[in-house]
C-alpha cells in the first residue's frame, strides 16, 4: 500500500516561508485527490488545502487563502505547500492525505511534519 512521506517543518518566525513536501512511496501514484490537513494542539484536525490530481484545481481554507499554495509534481508525486507569510497560528503538526477513489475518502497518509512559528 501507499505510503506518504512529510518533509520540511521546523521553527520559523512570524512573516517567514517554509516549503512541505510529501512524498508517495510510489512513484506511480496517481490519486484522485492530495490534500494538507493540519492539527494545533487541543484542536480539531483541519483540511486547508487540496488539489485535484488531474486537474490542478485547487481548494483553500479561509484561513490559509492567499498565503500557502498547494502543487504536485508528476514525476516525483509529490504534493508541496508553499507556506508565506507565517502567523504564530499556523504552528501545528501538518499531514498530507490522499484519495485515490472517491468512494475510499482520504485513505493514505503521511506520519506528520511539525511547524513552529515564533512570535
Known amino acids: 500500500q501507499v505510503q506518504l512521506v512529510e518533509s520540511g517543518g521546523g521553527l520559523v518566525q512570524a512573516g517567514g516561508s517554509l516549503r512541505l513536501s510529501c512524498a508517495a512511496s510510489e512513484r506511480t501514484f496517481s490519486p484522485v485527490a492530495m490534500a494538507w490537513f493540519r492539527q494545533a494542539p487541543g484542536k480539531e484536525r483541519d483540511l486547508i488545502a487540496r488539489?485535484?490530481?488531474?486537474?490542478?484545481?485547487?481548494y483553500y481554507a479561509d484561513s490559509v487563502k492567499g498565503r500557502f499554495t498547494i502543487s504536485r509534481d508528476y514525476a516525483e508525486s509529490t504534493v508541496y505547500l508553499q507556506m508565506n507569510s507565517l502567523k504564530p497560528e499556523d504552528t501545528a503538526v501538518y499531514h498530507c492525505s490522499a484519495v485515490a477513489r472517491a468512494t475510499m475518502g482520504w485513505r493514505y497518509w503521511g506520519q506528520g511534519t511539525q511547524v513552529t512559528v515564533s512570535s
Open positions: 488539489i485535484n490530481w488531474s486537474s490542478g484545481s485547487t
